[in-house]
């Protein structure tokens, strides 16, 4: 029977979306070539009412570079929030930027817009509520990226003017929301279990790598100290059933000479 770790049920028991998880990024326009990888932790949180009636309902995503991929991640949480009172869907609960230094623009964002938006659709008729765009946070190579970000879920703005640095969102229903599957382009998800067995085989095979490594130094050592001896040595470790099938052969040749 397969064990399932605690972390990846619900408290039914029931298999789930795993709180941590990783990404491994590649780059857009070369997918052969990985840039980096990224932890994903999601923590989903429900509200009830002592009658078991919910209440409220939040999501929050944090992410970080994996030690050794990368720097220091400067961001805020992507996290949503429902309101079951008002019947309200906040995508955005807080303030949301990133500082993916030479990950901008991978689909990073994409990907963690993709999981709240599923998470929302939980409320298909719940409305969702204005987002808020602010000019300082539309400047240069950030401002398609962050409206991009979400006009391509299906959010419409009403711009304050044509620079489109701000402006607020027009109120539409969950439902009418799109589910954007283009970071499966260029990015891949990876459970921790089998993260942590990737990382495992590596660790034998680097291991192995440095015994032939040290294999072959000591060999050149010897070789360099000891030529003659060395070159007898490798013919045996090669040829040595050939070597002694050849003298075997000559012994008894010079037998059969010697007799005549």
């Known amino acids: 029977m397969t064990q399932v770790l605690p972390s990846l049920r619900d408290t039914q028991n029931v298999l789930r979306i795993p709180r941590l998880f990783a990404l491994d990024v590649y780059d857009r326009h070369h997918t052969e070539q990985k840039i980096g990888s990224i932890m994903v932790e999601r923590i989903e949180q429900y509200n ?109 703005f009403e711009y304050d003017d044509d620079t489109k640095a701000s402006g607020r969102s027009l109120e539409i229903p969950v439902e009418a929301l799109d589910v954007v599957m283009s970071w499966q382009k260029n990015i891949c998800l990876k459970s921790v279990p089998d993260y942590l067995r990737r990382i495992n085989d590596m660790g034998f095979d680097l291991q192995h790598k440095d015994r032939v490594i040290r294999q072959l130094v000591e060999e050149r050592k010897q070789a360099e100290s000891a030529p003659l001896r060395w070159a007898l040595k490798q013919l045996w470790t090669r040829h040595g059933f050939s070597v002694i099938s050849a003298l075997a052969v000559s012994f008894f040749a010079l037998i059969a000479w010697a007799q005549h």
């Open 48 to 156: 009830t009412a002592p009658d078991g009636t919910l209440r409220s309902a939040r999501i929050e995503l944090s992410y970080d570079y994996i030690p050794g991929t990368e720097g220091i991640i400067h961001h805020a949480p992507f996290a949503a929030e429902y309101d079951a009172d008002r019947d309200i869907v906040k995508l955005v609960a807080g303030a949301l930027f990133m500082d993916l230094h030479r990950m901008e623009g991978q689909r990073i964002g994409t990907y963690l817009m993709h999981c709240i938006v599923q998470w929302a659709q939980q409320w298909p008729s719940a409305m969702v509520q204005s987002i808020h765009l602010d000019a300082r946070q539309g400047k240069g190579e950030n401002k398609p990226r962050r409206n991009r970000l979400y006009e391509q879920i299906g959010l419409v």
